[in-house]
């Protein structure tokens, strides 16, 4: 079916974004990583040719239904649940801090999400960490 570039093109217009978002903004930095764990998934479920997908639930029960997508659906349906409970908690004491993003959400979640999408589109690549500011930058 060949990659889709317009979720290619938003996964990694989100993953730069990311790298932007201010140290203060933790909540953010956890919400844009779903965005790009998102649309990494959507190219890979348009690449397969997946047509049924239009809203979370859908894409949500493809990936937990489909084999294919076992490993996907390991560390997605955690990053979804982290970033709803982010979004909607409104309790800054209860967000993820800064410094446990790049391993807590990262390293956990997104990072696997990537490769796994990369691997079964069977696209090279090389893995680049996303870079964020440090506080006070």
Known sequence: MGIP???LDQWLHNRKFVSLIP???PDWIVTVSFY???HAVDALLQSDGVRRVNSHDSRNEVLMNTRRYTRIWDAYQPLHDLSRRIRYLADP??????EDIPKQVFRRYLYPIEESVYRLMAVPHTHVDIPLQKPGE
């Open 23 to 25: 140290a203060t903004h």
């Open 5 to 7: 570039q317009r979720h």
């Open 93 to 98: 004491l209860q967000w993820i801090t800064f």
């Open 36 to 38: 790009v764990a998102l």
